[in-house]
């Protein structure tokens, strides 16, 4: 692939289970949920077999475990004592700890079949799925935590190269602690000033992340040369497009659509990057219609890429090639 001479899609996925949102639902509500979770991401890597599409899969390490048995020799040394203490997975795992919900926290079976799924790269979404700017974490914490995830990540042969910031909690102080860990690439947020501070849920913040899904606020995608390689530290490679789950109004599902296809368009023609990120959970309530809406969407990354060359690369691979 000549870089001169093409765009790119770019797909990371936040792999999460209940780690992602045991703060935020009541897992007890969620069974079918995360039953229908599980069952789908097997079905996204068919999809992006077919058309031939590279991912990254950022996965919580706390997934790789087997049972909770593992999960308590995994804690490391030192954890995050979040002020907030209903952030805490450790917290949360304790309170939890049963054989009827290991499906939902552990997923070292799913972790195999993305690994060995051509294309895909798996990479970290931390261990605990870790905040790192909330008040009460270290950095020492962050250091013991990615620690775990890139020794767990190894014992299935996997090196972690690309991480995703839980909750977009992009540290920049940070970024040596992930570069010594043998990172090299991690996705940073959207430049709009509604991501500017990605822990505020501001009403005007809520509005507009959920007005831009349907409408024009700017555009999305990113010329090659706005990827600025510091010495020494991870590429941080722009999320450019949030794929919201299935809505139940068709109107603005159509419209969702159409936004992402005409974003990708642009892309395409004008040969700049674009990265399009989701949670597989966001699948978890309507699987069926989700996958619809994913196979439209790669369909017209297909015809884009017949017409314009067209590329697609998972985090790793954009990397390797811009760092």
């Not at 079976?109 to 270290?138: D, F, N, P, V, W």
């Not at 990057?273 to 196979?295: A, T």
Request: proline letters at 4%; one cysteine or more; aromatic letters at 14%.
């Amino acid at each position: 692939m000549n870089n001169s001479k093409s765009g790119y899609l770019l797909i990371s996925l936040d792999f999460e289970l209940l780690w992602g949102i045991f703060d935020v639902v009541d897992y007890t509500s969620k069974k079918k949920y995360f039953k229908q979770t599980r069952a789908v991401i097997p079905e996204i890597l068919k999809l992006f077999e077919e058309y031939q599409v590279h991912a990254t899969w950022a996965t919580v390490g706390m997934l790789f475990n087997k049972n909770w048995e593992e999960w308590e020799e995994n804690i490391p040394d030192t954890i995050p004592k979040y002020k907030n203490k209903a952030l805490s997975a450790y917290n949360f795992g304790q309170s939890i700890k049963s054989k009827s919900t290991e499906e939902f926290c552990f997923a070292p079976e799913l972790i195999q079949i993305i690994s060995k799924t051509q294309g895909q790269e798996l990479a970290t979404h931390t261990y605990s799925h870790y905040y790192c700017l909330e008040e009460g974490q270290t950095p020492q914490n962050f250091d013991n935590d990615l620690a775990m995830a890139v020794y767990l990540a190894k014992g299935l042969n996997i090196n972690l190269k690309s991480l995703v910031f839980p909750r977009n909690q992009l540290s920049a102080g940070y970024l040596k602690i992930c570069a010594a860990h043998g990172i090299k690439n991690i996705r940073s947020n959207p430049i709009s000033w509604y991501w500017k501070d990605p822990t505020s849920n501001s009403l005007s913040n809520k509005i507009a992340r959920t007005g831009d899904a349907y409408l024009n606020f700017g555009k999305k995608s990113y010329a090659a040369s706005q990827l600025s390689p510091k010495k020494n530290l991870p590429l941080e490679q722009k999320a450019s497009r949030f794929l919201r789950p299935v809505e139940g109004n068709g109107v603005l599902r159509n419209r969702k659509i159409n936004r992402i296809r005409n974003e990708i368009e642009w892309t395409a023609r004008n040969k700049e990057i674009y990265h399009l990120w989701w949670h597989p959970h966001n699948f978890g309530d309507q699987p069926e219609e989700s996958l619809k809406d994913l196979r439209k969407i790669l369909v017209y990354f297909k015809e884009m890429q017949h017409k314009y060359n067209f590329q697609s690369l998972n985090m790793q691979e954009l990397g390797t090639m811009y760092s």
